[in-house]
């Protein structure tokens, strides 16, 4: 699976044999496909596409088709992995708040002041 459907647009390869990086408007278009995939994943409330890859694929079947096609393989499995990644940090960090809130009002009712 490549950057793109058309064998034409296919990632070009260098001269040492390795491939050359996507460019701008390849760029552009995956995160265009991971964008749209991301938001119908958001409606549906689904958070990880990889465990619950069966009921992606019926909700968001012409979604995940157009952004595996802008993406590379590589890059589908990082964005789906980063965003449970993000989502579990923001609920740390959200959880670590609450506490830090908690531990203040306990601070303030045993009659400590800040200077």
Same mark, same amino acid.
């Given at each position: 699976?490549?950057?793109?459907? /058309?064998? =034409?647009?296919?990632?070009?390869?260098? /001269?040492?044999?390795?491939?050359?990086?996507?460019?701008?408007?390849?760029?552009?278009?995956?995160?265009?496909?991971?964008? $749209?995939?991301?938001?119908? $994943?958001?409606?549906?409330?689904? $958070?990880?596409?990889?465990?619950?890859?069966?009921? @992606?694929?019926?909700?968001?079947?012409?979604?995940?088709?157009?952004?595996?096609?802008?993406? =590379?393989?590589?890059? @589908?499995?990082?964005?789906?992995?980063?965003? @449970?990644?993000?989502?579990?940090?923001?609920?740390?960090?959200?959880?670590?708040?609450?506490?830090?809130?908690?531990? @203040?009002?306990? $601070?303030?009712?045993?009659?400590?002041?800040?200077?």
């Amino acid at each position: 699976m490549g950057w793109f459907s /058309s064998s =034409s647009d296919a990632p070009k390869t260098a /001269s040492d044999g390795g491939r050359i990086a996507p460019d701008r408007s390849s760029r552009a278009r995956c995160y265009e496909g991971r964008d $749209l995939f991301f938001a119908c $994943l958001d409606r549906h409330d689904i $958070l990880d596409a990889i465990k619950e890859d069966k009921e @992606v694929r019926r909700k968001c079947g012409k979604e995940i088709a157009e952004f595996d096609t802008a993406c =590379s393989a590589a890059w @589908v499995k990082y964005f789906k992995e980063k965003r @449970v990644m993000e989502f579990n940090r923001d609920k740390t960090i959200e959880r670590i708040k609450k506490e830090d809130a908690a531990k @203040v009002q306990d $601070l303030k009712a045993q009659g400590w002041t800040a200077r």
